[in-house]
């Protein structure tokens, strides 16, 4: 079965330096999201990302973090200056389109996450 | 506000025994419901959602989930509980286009 593969599975950076986690989504899913879980607590969404823009953004998701997909295959996050409190897992999920009309109810696939340390 | 609340944190119960794990939610409209697993280090896992339809949702691994609309509530059930069920359980519902998750229900189940 298709997974969602991240890398790397555990980045460490000193604050104030600039991150960036890849994701590759299953190979024929148009969607894409970021979410992260703090040690502990619940799973927070971040970002959605469709045909090259941004569909949707939480509060979390401020300048200091940007998505791109850079080729047909990854997808990225970038914290351009990490901050202690974005220690956290991030997950990259995914998901597929099935006809126009009911767009949105297909199931998020999951990758593994990077758990990313900030120092 | 939307909001999905999973009231327990933990839920305890013995292999072959019925298991049921929570979740209430407040979200505009007529959202998407759904359940996923999280294994420890893995990342969350689909386990079945609701869209329309027959209110009792039948899902991967044997579970199955009930919706009901009066309640708002989405409980995830399962008749007989295995060991290897243990894990940590998400409710999440997709109102628009995020999805908003619960902060999570523990399962462990006893030998």
């Known amino acids: 079965e298709p997974e969602v593969t991240q890398t790397p599975s555990h980045q460490v950076t000193q604050m104030g330096q600039e991150v960036i986690l890849r994701c590759v989504p299953i190979?024929?899913?148009?969607?894409f999201y970021w979410y992260r879980q703090i040690l502990g607590q619940k799973v927070e969404f971040l970002v959605s990302?469709?045909?090259?823009?941004?569909?949707?953004k939480s509060e979390i998701f401020d300048d200091q973090f940007s998505v791109e997909r850079p080729d047909g295959s990854n997808f990225t996050l970038k914290i351009r200056s990490t901050k202690l409190e974005d220690s956290a897992m991030y997950f990259c999920a995914s998901s597929s389109r099935q006809g126009v009309s009911i767009v949105g109810n297909q199931p998020q696939h999951f990758g593994d996450g990077t758990r990313l340390s900030i120092l | 506000a939307q909001s999905v609340a999973q009231p327990e944190d933990q839920v305890n119960v013995a292999e072959g025994n019925p298991l049921t794990v929570k979740c209430t939610y407040s979200?505009?409209?007529?959202?998407?419901l759904f359940w996923y697993v999280q294994y420890p280090n893995r990342g969350l896992q689909f386990l079945l959602k609701y869209i329309t339809g027959d209110n009792l949702v039948k899902g991967s691994y044997g579970f199955e989930a009930e919706f009901n609309k009066s309640q708002t509530s989405f409980h995830l059930k399962k008749p007989s509980a295995l060991v290897s069920d243990s894990a940590l359980y998400f409710c999440?519902?997709?109102?628009?286009?995020?999805?908003?998750f619960g902060s999570g229900t523990k399962l462990n189940v006893k030998p």
């Open positions: 979200v505009s409209g007529n959202p998407y």
């Open positions: 999440a519902v997709r109102p628009v286009n995020k999805f908003y």
């Open positions: 990302f469709y045909n090259n823009e941004i569909s949707e």
């Open positions: 190979s024929n899913h148009l969607y």
